[in-house]
DNA sequence: AGAATCCTTGGAGTCACTACAGGGTCAAGC
DNA sequence: GCTTGACCCTGTAGTGACTCCAAGGATTCT
């Protein structure tokens, strides 16, 4: 399989794939005499073991340990719990900043109604009122 | 003030300032004698105002923007509800995708219970199938 | 005088790609 | 045989918003 099919058959970017591959991801493929990769099943299903994991949003990094435990099936799981666990309370503590991003978004928002002038846009003289160290609709509390 | 000082006052990191100023959001301050700079209470104010908008998590980009209207007050405030309003919709997307991840890794952390080898990992089990193109708890709707 | 702290510049590293530039290879059609 | 277009190669640079470091000069404290 070369990389433009093993592209198609997964969904991942011709560059991306050879990125993984530089990044020691995906072991370097067999080469045809034209100097083409020539990808195997055994390949395919590691990009897709990849971009799973990617698709839950974890490091490659992570991934790369991951992947040591596939190869490694004798060796203890409890890493793999930890990563997991690592990885939703990353998740988590995101979800709550982002919570909170957007009520001070919202209040941010609600300063400004209408068109008007800069000068009299509640958001600005929000943001520049913060700027002074008083209080903020956004960060009030 | 030297750059230390405005570090301190603000909670910005030296570096950070300087980069600030190298990406034109802070304009360059006088130097003294031996080379060091030296700002004033307007520099405090707009490095006040940039972090207050990153602390919305705002582009750098949008921050600048915003300042230009900082600096004319008599323009239309149009474009700055518009800033808002896409900073807020980039907020609640990623939210909303972020609530999906939880969801799916908190099925995956679900396969695994106590200690024991990697074979026999339901997490590691499960990101396997899901690389054979098989159902994955995560995944599944 | 020496040490500690501060300041300067410039460049590299982070993460996970993405986007070229400048070339080589191959199959189909004329 | 030639052109066209799709594919492939390598290597490098760019993204955002910093962060870190090296190598040196200035200042301040003991």
Do not use: W
């Not at 370097?28 to 839950?56: K, M, W």
């Not at 979800?95 to 919202?106: D, G, P, W």
């Amino acid at each position: 399989m070369r990389i433009g099919e093993l592209s198609k058959a997964t969904g991942v970017d011709v560059e991306t794939i050879r990125y993984y591959e530089k990044a020691q991801l995906l072991s370097a493929p067999a080469r045809s005499d034209n100097g083409y990769r020539t990808y195997t099943q055994a390949h395919l299903e590691r990009l897709a073991f990849i971009r799973h994991c990617r698709a839950l949003d974890i490091p490659l990094a992570a991934v790369q340990r991951l992947l040591t435990f596939v190869d490694s099936p004798q060796s203890d799981c409890g890493e793999i719990d930890q990563l997991i666990d690592a990885q939703l309370a990353r998740v988590r503590a995101r979800l709550a900043s982002m919570h909170a991003l957007e009520r001070q978004l919202m209040a941010l928002r609600g300063q400004c109604t209408g068109p008007h002038s800069a000068a009299e846009c509640g958001i600005l003289h929000d943001l520049v009122a913060a700027a002074h160290g008083e209080a903020c609709v956004c960060h009030q509390n």
